[in-house]
């Protein structure tokens, strides 16, 4: 009984030490997209991002060996900010709901212009911020049923086609000072959809 009750005690324990890492990492990927809305990339220090997430450099380097790794992560974090959303909805097809969602987007992307620009140009000795971005698209991507086929090698070229062709999109909004249309971007997302689908399962 006693000894149930120790586990059950040190499983708490290692849920909630969980929890809190998860919510350090979520502060810290959100103050480096603040720093970046303000900075280049080389001016953002550890220090700073440690002080905007409330934590000490040693906290940092036990979640992250370095900058580059947070901005990895946080590269990956802005393509959540709508991939499943987008992807559901281009299955069942909801055009007006997807434009709802672009427009959402769009809003999103006005309120962190400058370090979405930054981050999608961005170039490192160890990654480029296009590439990390596309990455994250092509991972997700794959986790989902895209089109039933028989060849590997389609499914797979259609996926990078349409990882690259998305971020390239993105990267051409974000560049754009001012406003941009909701239908507009809702057009060239389909033209990408359909072109790169049948351009691939016609082969």
């Known amino acids: 009984m006693l000894g149930a009750i120790k586990d059950t005690a040190a499983k708490g324990k290692t849920m909630r030490r969980l929890e809190n890492s998860i919510g350090t990492v979520e502060k810290l990927k959100l103050a480096l997209l603040s720093c ?12 700073e991002l440690s002080r905007r997430a409330g934590i000490n450099r040693t906290t940092f380097y036990l979640l992250f060996g370095s900058k580059d790794e947070l901005c990895a992560q946080l590269c990956d974090s802005v393509i959540d ?30 309120e962190w212009r400058p370090a979405l620009r930054r981050l999608a140009h961005l170039r490192t000795e160890s990654f480029d911020g296009f590439s990390l971005l596309a990455e994250s698209f092509e991972r997700k991507m794959a986790s989902q049923v895209i089109f039933r086929t ?3 090698k ?4 259609f996926i990078r086609i349409y990882s ?3 971020t390239s999109m993105l990267s051409w909004i974000v560049d754009q000072d001012g406003d941009f249309d909701a239908e507009e971007f809702h057009a060239m997302i389909q033209k990408l959809r359909y072109k790169g689908f049948y351009s691939i399962v016609d082969l």
Do not use: M, P
């Open 81 to 110: 900010q709508w991939f499943q959303d987008f992807f559901d909805l281009n299955i069942v097809k909801k055009v007006e709901a997807e434009k709802e969602l672009f427009l959402k987007l769009l809003a999103w992307i006005d």
């Open 36 to 47: 970046l809305n303000e900075k280049e990339y080389c001016d953002v220090t550890v220090s």
């Open 154 to 157: 389609k499914h797979d070229l």
């Open 150 to 152: 028989d060849d590997r």
């Open 164 to 166: 690259v062709g998305l």
